[in-house]
Protein backbone atom coordinates (compact mmCIF):
# COMPACT_ATOMS: atom_id res chain seq x y z
CA UNK A 1 0.00 0.00 0.00
CA UNK A 2 1.30 3.45 -0.98
CA UNK A 3 2.51 5.87 1.94
CA UNK A 4 1.51 9.56 2.13
CA UNK A 5 5.26 10.46 0.22
CA UNK A 6 4.55 7.98 -2.39
CA UNK A 7 1.30 9.19 -3.12
CA UNK A 8 3.17 12.44 -3.02
CA UNK A 9 5.73 11.20 -6.01
CA UNK A 10 3.10 9.65 -7.88
CA UNK A 11 1.23 12.76 -8.22
CA UNK A 12 4.74 14.81 -9.29
CA UNK A 13 5.69 11.94 -11.90
CA UNK A 14 1.57 12.51 -13.22
CA UNK A 15 2.24 15.84 -13.60
CA UNK A 16 5.94 15.13 -15.15
CA UNK A 17 4.37 12.94 -17.74
CA UNK A 18 1.76 15.79 -18.75
CA UNK A 19 4.73 18.36 -19.09
CA UNK A 20 6.66 16.56 -21.25
CA UNK A 21 3.76 15.14 -23.49
CA UNK A 22 2.93 19.32 -23.89
CA UNK A 23 6.71 20.04 -24.21
CA UNK A 24 6.23 22.79 -21.82
CA UNK A 25 9.09 25.03 -20.00
CA UNK A 26 11.98 23.36 -17.71
CA UNK A 27 10.37 22.04 -14.44
CA UNK A 28 13.55 21.01 -12.28
CA UNK A 29 11.16 19.75 -9.59
CA UNK A 30 9.48 17.07 -12.14
CA UNK A 31 12.51 16.05 -13.54
CA UNK A 32 13.88 15.17 -10.35
CA UNK A 33 11.00 12.93 -9.84
CA UNK A 34 11.92 10.91 -12.92
CA UNK A 35 15.41 10.72 -12.26
CA UNK A 36 14.45 9.30 -8.74
CA UNK A 37 12.43 6.85 -10.47
CA UNK A 38 16.13 5.33 -11.88
CA UNK A 39 17.53 5.33 -8.75
CA UNK A 40 17.58 1.81 -6.25
CA UNK A 41 15.45 3.71 -3.80
CA UNK A 42 12.97 4.33 -6.74
CA UNK A 43 12.96 0.38 -7.64
CA UNK A 44 12.03 -0.06 -4.27
CA UNK A 45 8.93 2.98 -4.28
CA UNK A 46 7.86 1.13 -7.92
CA UNK A 47 8.16 -2.07 -6.03
CA UNK A 48 5.61 -1.04 -2.86
CA UNK A 49 3.13 -0.29 -5.92
CA UNK A 50 3.33 -3.41 -7.57
CA UNK A 51 2.97 -4.81 -4.34
CA UNK A 52 -0.05 -2.90 -3.32
CA UNK A 53 -1.86 -3.95 -6.29
CA UNK A 54 -1.45 -7.91 -5.35
CA UNK A 55 -1.99 -7.60 -1.91
CA UNK A 56 -5.88 -5.98 -2.90
CA UNK A 57 -6.53 -8.43 -5.65
CA UNK A 58 -4.40 -11.33 -3.63
CA UNK A 59 -4.51 -10.35 -0.35
CA UNK A 60 -2.01 -12.89 2.01
CA UNK A 61 -3.87 -15.08 4.33
CA UNK A 62 -1.93 -16.83 7.47
CA UNK A 63 -2.16 -19.58 8.65
CA UNK A 64 -1.18 -20.38 12.40
CA UNK A 65 0.70 -23.86 12.36
CA UNK A 66 3.91 -26.44 13.16
CA UNK A 67 7.24 -25.35 11.70
CA UNK A 68 7.40 -28.98 10.62
CA UNK A 69 3.42 -29.04 9.40
CA UNK A 70 4.45 -25.89 7.29
CA UNK A 71 7.55 -27.78 5.78
CA UNK A 72 4.97 -30.92 5.04
CA UNK A 73 2.54 -28.84 3.35
CA UNK A 74 5.06 -26.77 1.00
CA UNK A 75 7.01 -30.22 0.25
CA UNK A 76 3.54 -32.22 -0.70
CA UNK A 77 2.38 -29.55 -2.82
CA UNK A 78 5.82 -29.59 -4.75
CA UNK A 79 5.37 -32.98 -5.13
CA UNK A 80 2.18 -32.66 -6.63
CA UNK A 81 3.67 -30.20 -9.09
CA UNK A 82 0.98 -27.53 -7.48
CA UNK A 83 0.88 -24.26 -4.92
CA UNK A 84 -0.45 -23.65 -1.98
CA UNK A 85 -2.18 -20.95 -3.54
CA UNK A 86 -3.71 -22.98 -5.92
CA UNK A 87 -5.09 -25.69 -3.45
CA UNK A 88 -6.43 -22.81 -0.97
CA UNK A 89 -8.50 -21.59 -3.59
CA UNK A 90 -10.02 -25.12 -4.83
CA UNK A 91 -11.01 -25.78 -1.55
CA UNK A 92 -12.50 -22.18 -0.65
CA UNK A 93 -14.57 -22.94 -4.19
CA UNK A 94 -15.97 -26.00 -2.50
CA UNK A 95 -16.96 -24.56 0.80
CA UNK A 96 -18.35 -21.45 -1.14
CA UNK A 97 -20.55 -23.70 -3.44
CA UNK A 98 -21.55 -25.83 -0.10
CA UNK A 99 -19.93 -28.73 -1.16
CA UNK A 100 -17.45 -29.21 0.91
CA UNK A 101 -17.34 -27.96 4.89
CA UNK A 102 -14.90 -28.12 7.07
CA UNK A 103 -14.43 -30.21 10.80
CA UNK A 104 -14.28 -28.24 13.74
CA UNK A 105 -11.27 -26.34 14.38
CA UNK A 106 -8.56 -28.40 16.08
CA UNK A 107 -7.60 -26.89 19.26
CA UNK A 108 -3.45 -27.30 20.57
CA UNK A 109 -3.75 -27.75 24.61
CA UNK A 110 -2.79 -24.38 26.65
CA UNK A 111 0.52 -24.36 27.30
CA UNK A 112 1.61 -27.31 24.87
CA UNK A 113 4.60 -25.36 24.40
CA UNK A 114 4.30 -25.96 20.56
CA UNK A 115 6.26 -23.41 18.40
CA UNK A 116 4.42 -22.01 15.67
CA UNK A 117 5.07 -20.32 12.77
CA UNK A 118 2.82 -18.73 10.10
CA UNK A 119 2.16 -20.12 6.84
CA UNK A 120 1.42 -17.57 4.30
CA UNK A 121 -0.90 -18.18 1.40
CA UNK A 122 -2.28 -15.70 -1.32
CA UNK A 123 -6.23 -15.59 -1.82
CA UNK A 124 -8.60 -14.55 -4.26
CA UNK A 125 -10.23 -11.31 -2.89
CA UNK A 126 -13.47 -12.22 -4.18
CA UNK A 127 -13.01 -15.65 -2.68
CA UNK A 128 -12.49 -13.82 0.16
CA UNK A 129 -15.40 -11.39 0.56
CA UNK A 130 -17.46 -14.38 0.01
CA UNK A 131 -16.15 -16.34 2.98
CA UNK A 132 -17.28 -12.98 4.80
CA UNK A 133 -20.54 -13.42 3.84
CA UNK A 134 -20.87 -16.77 4.12
CA UNK A 135 -19.17 -16.62 8.10
CA UNK A 136 -22.24 -15.74 10.37
CA UNK A 137 -24.62 -18.35 8.42
CA UNK A 138 -22.19 -21.09 8.12
CA UNK A 139 -20.71 -20.68 12.07
CA UNK A 140 -24.34 -21.34 12.86
CA UNK A 141 -25.06 -24.06 11.23
CA UNK A 142 -21.81 -25.63 11.98
CA UNK A 143 -21.68 -25.04 15.42
CA UNK A 144 -18.37 -22.96 15.49
CA UNK A 145 -16.61 -20.01 14.15
CA UNK A 146 -15.71 -20.78 10.82
CA UNK A 147 -12.47 -18.72 10.06
CA UNK A 148 -11.14 -18.52 6.63
CA UNK A 149 -8.17 -19.58 7.57
CA UNK A 150 -9.16 -22.94 9.33
CA UNK A 151 -11.02 -23.28 5.95
CA UNK A 152 -8.01 -23.37 4.28
CA UNK A 153 -5.45 -25.32 6.67
CA UNK A 154 -8.25 -28.18 7.26
CA UNK A 155 -8.98 -28.37 3.27
CA UNK A 156 -5.27 -28.49 3.02
CA UNK A 157 -5.33 -31.40 5.73
CA UNK A 158 -8.01 -33.50 3.82
CA UNK A 159 -5.99 -32.84 0.54
CA UNK A 160 -2.73 -34.29 1.94
CA UNK A 161 -4.56 -36.95 4.65
CA UNK A 162 -2.84 -35.52 7.24
CA UNK A 163 -4.47 -37.20 10.44
CA UNK A 164 -5.77 -34.24 13.13
CA UNK A 165 -3.10 -35.54 15.66
CA UNK A 166 0.02 -34.23 13.62
CA UNK A 167 -1.46 -30.73 13.30
CA UNK A 168 -0.48 -30.12 17.02
Known amino acids: MPVSRDNERIAKLRQASAHLRAGGPARPDL ?16 NRLRWG ?3 EQSPNL ?15 ASENGKKLDQIVQEGFE ?18 SGSETVNLNVRTDA ?16 LGFKVADAWVALAWLLEEFGIP ?3 VL
Open 31 to 46: ADEVDFVLTDEGARFL
Open 53 to 55: SVA
Open 62 to 76: AMNVTPELRARLKAL
Open 94 to 111: RYIAGTWVPPEPIKRPRG
Open 126 to 141: GQREKLRQLKDERSRE
Open 164 to 166: DED
